[in-house]
């Protein structure tokens, strides 16, 4: 019987995504794999300045000069929030309290959203301090759980209320799958990645098929 792996509304065959991972992690310089994994960014939990170059590392480096001036200007922001104790453990065991906690880090947008500065790029430097629990984002992802038909599109809706969905949705395929994911990730040793990174670059994969 041929194995599935979903991710929002789009399948792919295991062997198929075991593949194209092996193939993301094979370090051959093709791919973002090790470049923004091993990036060492800021030490220490909070978001530092090293940490917002991370972005370019994932492709998201489209006006790179404004991005980071306004990245840096929601640094207060960002570090209070992602302080809530909330936002520790695994996606795969968030409760509730956590998917909320994770919707205001992201909801931030709402308050403060510097031009050229998107969740895609916030969630791609919040990903590298908290990479069990904080999503990572894109349009190929949004293609996964939008045109895939999980989230209906409303143009009216803040980036809050989006984020509680999307990440419950997320949530749902982790935890539904963690042995898959698990194992792709275990391909990965130089750095390790975690299951939710390698749920991310199965479902880049789909998203960029459907392009």
């Not at 909070?46 to 990245?71: F, I, K």
């Not at 929601?74 to 919707?103: M, W, Y």
């Not at 205001?104 to 919040?126: A, C, M, N, W, Y």
């Amino acid at each position: 019987m041929t194995t599935f792996l979903s991710v929002g509304g789009k399948k792919i065959v295991l062997a198929e995504a075991v593949k194209f991972a092996r193939q993301y992690l094979s370090g051959e310089g093709n791919w973002a794999y090790p470049a923004y994994d091993a990036y060492p960014g800021h030490a220490g939990s909070e978001v530092g300045r090293p940490d917002l170059l991370a972005v370019a590392l994932l492709n998201a480096h489209q006006r790179p000069v404004e991005s980071y001036y306004g990245l840096e200007s929601l640094l207060p922001l960002i570090n209070e929030r992602l302080a809530d104790p909330a936002l520790s453990g695994t996606l795969a065991d968030a409760d509730q309290g956590t998917v909320d906690a994770i919707a205001r880090l992201f909801g931030i947008l709402d308050e403060q959203r510097p031009k050229h500065v998107s969740l895609t790029k916030l969630s791609k430097v919040l990903h590298r301090k908290r990479p069990e629990l904080l999503p990572l984002y894109d349009k190929n992802i949004w293609r996964c759980y939008a045109e895939g038909g999980l989230i209906p599109q409303d143009r009216s809706r803040s980036w809050h209320d989006y984020s509680q969905l999307l990440v419950a949705a997320m949530k749902h395929d982790l935890t539904d799958q963690i042995e898959q994911w698990q194992a792709i990730a275990d391909m990965a040793t130089e750095p390790s990645i975690t299951p939710l990174r390698a749920m991310d670059i199965v479902g880049w994969h789909l998203g960029s098929q459907a392009s």
